[in-house]
């Protein structure tokens, strides 16, 4: 059990990894900072999307563009990234090997590359469809809202990569588990702004 106090919420790497334990109480606080940013950014548009759903303009609307099964799929994808990530962080932790983290990291991001790839299957269908950014204010928001969230899933994964590579370089040094305290924040997050997503989007839409 760890010896040293908690330096900032969530997992805390604690006593074995005293000087990332250390550094973390810094990072990781600026990091929640800039979390908090990216939540008021989401929740206006949010607030947008919600305000626009009815300006359709005689265009395609949600039961005419959303699938649930597929919104499921996505669902399922990002909700087992999150678990395996958590699995990583705990790797991280307790492990003194690395075999056990790189494999949990490799699998997250296989699952967060297949959401990706499946968010973009859904907005080719809906341009098929006539549902493009243009046609309203509706699909204005939407479109404003979910790519922006798959943005973020894509910027994660890069930093997944080159977190990979830093391993495959440096070994398990004190950045490389800054590094990952802070894109384990940023995986959980965004399945949480996904939850919303899901929850008011593609249920609201098709309820």
Not at 87 to 105: F, G, P, Q, T, V
């Amino acid at each position: 059990m760890s010896t040293q106090p908690s330096q900032h919420p969530g997992l805390n790497l604690g006593a074995p990894h005293a000087e990332a334990h250390s550094a973390n109480e810094e990072f990781v606080f600026g990091f929640w900072v800039f979390m908090m940013s990216d939540l008021i950014i989401f929740g206006l548009l949010f607030a947008t999307y919600v305000t626009m759903l009815g300006g359709q303009a005689g265009g395609p609307g949600p039961s005419d563009l959303f699938e649930m099964k597929s919104a499921f799929i996505e669902t399922m994808l990002l909700l087992v990234s999150s678990f395996t990530f958590g699995m990583a962080s705990l790797s991280l932790k307790y492990r003194e090997d690395k075999k056990w983290l790189i494999i949990w990291l490799l699998i997250t991001l296989v699952l967060g590359l297949a959401f990706i790839g499946h968010e973009l299957l859904d907005f080719n269908k809906m341009f098929d469809k006539g549902g493009v950014p243009s046609r309203s204010g509706f699909l204005s928001a939407f479109f404003a809202l979910v790519p922006l969230h798959g943005l973020h899933v894509t910027s994660a994964c890069i930093w997944l990569l080159a977190l990979l590579g830093q391993i495959a370089v440096y070994g398990l040094d004190t950045n490389v588990k800054v590094g990952l305290t802070r894109l384990a924040i940023l995986w959980h997050f965004l399945d949480i702004v996904w939850i919303g997503i899901f929850s008011l989007v593609y249920l609201g839409g098709l309820a």
